[in-house]
């Protein structure tokens, strides 16, 4: 437990968690302050990457730059249940050939029209999640 | 639409459904670093208040900075078809008694267990919201 009394979870969780949802939410500063947008995602070895435009606010603040990546679930019926992780690490563009075909074949499609051949890769450098479990919740994996 | 192609949101809508959904992300600033934490909150006047710990790191670092906040919604078997709104303003504790009375009476039960008498107020000054809805996604609402 944390001091907020939540459950800490371990690393492996936490890239477990990473890797099963679909969306998840990149924090970047943009012109000095805090700044967030949801995108789809791939988990591509200890990295995520997220497909944007070349030209978009993402990839031009966050080029180069530390940034968070954020995951979480929680329960409809029950806000007091879920779990949220965090992932730290810097952002840069994809450019290496090889590794480019790799991720193209993970098959990250781009959520909105338009020309993405951006590729933003968010190296992991720090994991850390937590749950929130309530004795008034049900029950959950 | 914007340059990538969504769907831009009227800041009455982004506020109606800012005023929806129980679970938010806080996004800040700390120790130089882009941060997140999801939350629960409620939305009171033109501000979202947070119920946390006077110790935390979120009041620590948040109280007197710029922050964002964003909630948004993902179709879970469609993840091509959401929306997401983002508020951005300045934080501030909750000191007045007349305001904290009226905000205690709002109910916002704290997730975590033990002292959480620390509200955080953060003022919006923008809003803004995309909605992606793909024509192979179902008609939502």
């Given amino acids: 437990m944390d001091t907020a009394g939540l459950e800490i979870l371990g690393e492996e969780e936490c890239l477990r968690l990473l890797a099963d949802v679909p969306v998840g939410r990149i924090v970047y500063i943009d012109r000095a302050l805090p700044a967030i947008q949801p995108v789809n995602f791939v988990v591509h070895g200890q990295s995520v990457v997220i497909r944007t435009a070349a030209r978009s606010r993402l990839a031009i603040a966050a080029t180069g730059t530390v940034v968070a990546f954020e995951v979480d679930e929680f329960n409809d019926n029950c806000v007091r249940h879920g779990w949220s992780v965090v992932a ?26 338009g020309t993405r ?20 919740a049900p029950a959950g994996p």
């Fill in 88 to 113: 730290v690490g810097r952002a840069g563009q994809v450019t290496d050939d090889q590794e480019l075909a790799s991720v193209r074949q993970r098959g990250l499609r781009p959520w909105a029209p």
């Fill in 117 to 136: 051949e951006y590729y933003l890769r968010v190296d992991i450098e720090i994991i850390s999640g937590r749950r929130l479990r309530h004795a008034d």
